[in-house]
């Protein structure tokens, strides 16, 4: 497995080996002891002897942002972005770092949709990640150590900055070498997941970009012909082809399958020579109709033609008579429904002029007069019911029911009121009147 070097002059793999010194990342605090400081994580990154050639500082705010460039198993290489919150703080113990891979595209068990890191226990949350009593540096070795023995799958690279560093690397260690050949088969097939340079070409503090190659890649396989190129047949395979052809019209134009649609026996028949002077004579030449009227198919279709016809005229006469139907019955509801609105439009117009009468008397017509003695009549009349209700209840024996007897006065006062209200309303429509005719 290979790390590399940030280094601006050459972009030399480091290899490492999980027996090395370095890949526990730099040194871990005791099981016991005081919580390890912001501080202490950042330099046990830094200084780790595996992960130091490899990392940079991408934040220019801060120290809080760091990328790590490493190479699968696949000969691929990627990058891992650490981010440890808490910069000018001095808290301790330390927040968990957040990891993400960066400049592509994958899938992974440990990495959700963004590709942040969210499988390795010891970061999933700030307790777990103090509880752990490990440094950055062995974090971040173990999840780099991780990715490269179980690197994504379905990787499409869609960084010109890491397609360029990829491409670079591969072009190190040669087109051949065994290197390669994991790349290929774990990259997307549009090519995208090859490249070279050193960094992301969308983030403003990307690590320094290399000089690319100029060297072309052969492919290792021929390309295949463009579209437009005709496709070339040896004799062999044109007179293989003819044959199976001839065979298939011959097994299609005998026996039962003589009324396929496929066979054309009288065509067949003929020689080159007469099916093109058939073909190069004028259009009015009835040759070619009458020879493809005598075919078994074409009359087979004309049978098929007349039934979808009669078939097509009595589903269309089923509608009609189905849509005539229902035109009869709504003519009906319309019918009924214009009978009411005309009786409703004329008591509408009776009750109008009542309205208007009311509301415009004609003083010299004696209508007034009229009015003001129906009203005195109505008044009158809502006396005597008032006075007639109240005259029967007080006549009413007692029933010795208490509820009872409560519930027969309360019906009382609601009925007397309502009685009253009504002539005095009358008694007020009176005055008014009275006063604005100044009678």
Do not use: C
């Not at 752990?132 to 023995?149: I, P």
């Not at 099916?275 to 004309?302: A, G, V």
Request: hydrophobic fraction near 30%; charged fraction near 20%; glycine fraction near 6%.
């Amino acid at each position: 497995i290979k790390m590399f070097s940030w280094s601006n002059k050459h972009n030399k793999a480091v290899n490492i080996s999980s027996n090395d010194n370095g890949g526990n990342g730099g040194a871990s605090s005791s099981s016991s002891g005081p919580s390890i400081s912001r501080e202490e994580h950042i330099r046990s990154l830094l200084s780790d002897p595996t992960l130091k050639p490899s990392t940079r500082r991408v934040s220019t705010r801060d120290d809080s942002t760091y990328d790590t460039v490493f190479s699968t198993k696949d000969s691929v290489a990627l990058i891992l972005r650490v981010h440890l919150p808490g910069a000018g703080t001095g808290a301790s113990p330390s927040p968990a770092p957040k990891m993400t891979l960066v400049g592509f595209k994958g899938r992974h068990p440990w990495i959700d949709r963004s590709m942040k890191v969210t499988g390795y226990a010891p970061i999933q949350s700030n307790e777990t990640f103090a509880n752990s009593r490990m440094t950055l540096g062995r974090v971040v070795n173990n999840v780099v150590q991780h990715f490269q023995l179980n690197p994504p799958s379905d990787i499409v690279i869609v960084d010109e900055g890491l397609k360029q560093m990829n491409q670079q690397y591969q072009m190190s260690n040669g087109n051949n070498g065994s290197g390669s050949s994991g790349n290929t088969s774990n990259m997307n097939s549009n090519g995208s997941g090859s490249g070279g340079g050193s960094g992301l070409s969308d983030n403003a503090h990307a690590p320094p970009n290399y000089k690319q190659s100029q060297q072309q890649h052969k492919p290792k396989y021929p390309l295949p012909p463009h579209f437009t190129t005709i496709l070339q047949l040896d004799q062999s395979d044109v007179r293989a082809i003819k044959s199976k052809t001839t065979q298939l019209l011959s097994n299609n134009g005998s026996g039962s399958g003589s009324n396929d649609k496929s066979s054309f026996s009288e065509i067949q028949s003929m020689d080159r020579s007469t099916i093109t002077t058939i073909l190069d004579d004028n259009l009015h030449n009835s040759t070619i109709p009458n020879m493809i009227k005598s075919t078994p198919t074409y009359n087979h279709n004309e049978e098929k033609i007349s039934t979808i016809l009669s078939s097509n005229a009595s589903h269309a006469d089923e509608n009609l008579t189905e849509q005539e139907s229902t035109l009869n019955v709504q003519y009906a509801q319309i019918s009924e429904l214009q009978t009411t609105l005309n009786e409703k439009v004329e008591l509408h117009s009776d009750l109008k002029s009542q309205v208007l009468k009311l509301s415009n008397p004609n003083v010299d017509g004696g209508e007034v007069k009229e009015i003001l003695y129906q009203l005195k009549l109505a008044k009158k009349k809502k006396m005597e019911e008032s006075e007639a209700l109240a005259y029967e209840w007080l006549s009413a024996s007692s029933s010795g029911d208490a509820k009872a007897d409560v519930k027969a006065t309360n019906e009382f006062v609601e009925e007397f009121l309502q009685s009253r209200i009504v002539h005095h309303v009358r008694a007020a429509k009176m005055e008014r009147i009275e006063y604005s005719s100044g009678s």
